[in-house]
């Protein structure tokens, strides 16, 4: 079973959601809408986008069996009152379940984070609705993963056994980020590495349960190959780095990345730091800036054991995800390959 983890959706139009500025949809086309903030074109997409016979179309021809399907990141809705971002939440939420009514499409959850107390309360009707986890931005402003609220989610998406995936957004701008994408090909990696190490540093994972299933998003940033700078500085300057209990080396086992690096080298590094466990297949489909073929990387990488290999693919993923609620068609597929993993 080949499972893509990074994957969203965009749906074909949603009510207006009630300010200034908020996003909307303008459809070009039956196949081709733009999403615009006010009226500033924010990003121009396709029907794989909102469409699920396109979309399994596309898995069917890249080979993947199953996707996890996200919201896009701009409607999280941080920056507003919290009312407005349930709200917000409770749209797109219920919009997703009818794009992911194939039972290869499995949706995740979007909540309005900067609310604990509401954030655990949508995601509880999330779960009871049919989705199977959640997607959270990177950080709530200047709150960052550490921050109270935050860990009171994670505590409770451990409590009721929701993986979460940790996706970056609102990225800094600014000229010196505004050409060449910038704030994407730097800005991504960049805020994706300060929540690890908010998750590390700030101690987090002394916090959370360790049943807590946790990924972050492009291969986790730069995290990997600064991870020695950073596992020096807790050793030589505790007094300022973090209040983590042990070395960051210590967790590396309390999460998990996807495969969205591009280069063998940055995956075999990935793999040699997070462990042949700690790797799942991602392409952040259907947007321009992600891998296609999906899982082209993993399946020609040279290095790779056909054992490792099956984990990125698809093994990594089912202990992820869990049984899926609703997920019928997947449930014995996902009984009998985690029947033949060690540990689950």
């Keep these: 079973m080949i499972i893509d983890v990074h994957t969203h959706h965009v749906p074909?139009?949603?009510?207006?959601?009630?300010?200034?500025?908020?996003?909307?949809?303008?459809?070009?086309?039956?196949?081709?809408?733009?999403?615009?903030?006010?009226?500033?074109?924010?990003?121009?997409?396709?029907?794989?986008?909102?469409?699920?016979?396109?979309?399994?179309?596309?898995?069917?021809?890249?080979?993947?069996?199953?996707?996890?399907?996200?919201?896009?990141?701009?409607?999280?809705?941080?920056?507003?009152?919290?009312?407005e971002a349930v709200r917000v939440a409770r749209v797109f939420n219920d919009l997703a379940l009818e794009i992911c009514a194939s039972e290869r499409l499995v949706p995740f959850c979007q909540v309005p984070l900067q609310d604990p107390d509401l954030a655990c309360a949508e995601l509880d009707r999330c779960l009871a609705a049919g989705h199977a986890g959640v997607e959270i931005g990177n950080h709530v402003g200047d709150r960052d993963l550490d921050d109270e609220g935050v860990v009171q989610f994670l505590q409770h998406c451990a409590s009721v056994g929701a993986p979460v995936f940790v996706h970056p957004w609102d990225m800094a701008g600014g000229p010196r980020l505004e050409r060449w994408m910038a704030r994407w090909l730097v800005g991504m990696p960049a805020e994706t590495h300060l929540s690890v190490l908010a998750l590390i540093l700030g101690g987090v994972l002394d916090r959370v349960p360790e049943t807590l299933r946790l990924c972050f998003a492009h291969g986790g940033g730069s995290f990997a190959f600064w991870l020695g700078r950073f596992e020096n500085a807790w050793h030589r300057r505790n007094d300022l780095v973090g209040v983590s209990e042990l070395p960051p080396s210590h967790y590396l086992d309390r999460f998990s990345v996807d495969s969205v690096v591009f280069d063998e080298r940055a995956l075999r590094l990935l793999v040699d730091t997070m462990g042949e466990d700690g790797v799942m297949l991602g392409s952040d489909f259907p947007y321009p800036l992600g891998e296609s073929p999906v899982g082209s990387l993993v399946r020609r990488a040279g290095f790779l054991s056909d054992t490792a290999r099956a984990k990125l693919l698809g093994g990594n993923a089912i202990r992820f995800l869990g049984r899926q609620p609703g997920r019928n068609a997947m449930k014995s597929d996902i009984d009998g390959i985690m029947g033949g993993l060690p540990g689950t």
């Excluded at 459809?27 to 396109?54: K, Q």
């Design 12 to 83: 074909k139009g949603w009510p207006d959601l009630g300010w200034p500025g908020a996003p909307r949809l303008r459809v070009d086309s039956e196949r081709e809408a733009v999403i615009l903030l006010g009226d500033r074109e924010f990003r121009r997409i396709a029907d794989d986008c909102w469409n699920p016979s396109v979309r399994l179309e596309r898995m069917d021809a890249d080979g993947v069996d199953v996707q996890v399907v996200s919201p896009t990141p701009v409607f999280f809705s941080y920056e507003r009152p919290a009312a």
